[in-house]
């Protein structure tokens, strides 16, 4: 059984930067293609980064040059590296390996 869970979430002020955790148990992570999404009240829930297993990475419009996603095989762990931080960046934050599974999601609120 494949479980994530993801940490770092918190409360910080515009221009502050966050890092935010997803350890994955379970299943082959080095194979898997990771992603953070996240998802504000009232709004759909958005891609934000995605790392493949080769290393490609890509980024939603609204973060790009502002976060970094990377992961750490020897440690079953992805991250998302958050700067710069936005009162438009507040929302829970999930991570998913292959788009099949999802960890509980972390709350992550800028605010001033």
């Known amino acids: 059984q494949v479980q994530l869970v993801e940490s770092g979430g918190g409360l910080v002020q515009p221009g502050e930067s966050l890092r935010l955790s997803c350890a994955v148990s379970?299943?082959?992570?080095?194979?898997?293609?990771m992603a953070w999404y996240r998802q504000a009240p009232g709004k759909q829930r958005e891609q934000v980064a995605t790392?493949?297993?080769?290393?490609?990475?890509y980024y939603a419009e609204s973060v790009k040059g502002r976060f970094t996603i990377s992961r750490d095989n020897s440690q079953n762990t992805v991250y998302l590296h958050m700067n710069s931080l936005k009162p438009e960046d507040t929302a829970v934050y999930f991570c998913?390996?292959?788009?099949?599974?999802w960890g509980q999601g972390t709350q992550v609120t800028v605010s001033s």
């Open positions: 379970g299943g082959t992570f080095s194979a898997y293609v």
């Open positions: 790392l493949t297993a080769g290393g490609n990475s």
């Open positions: 998913t390996a292959n788009g099949q599974y």
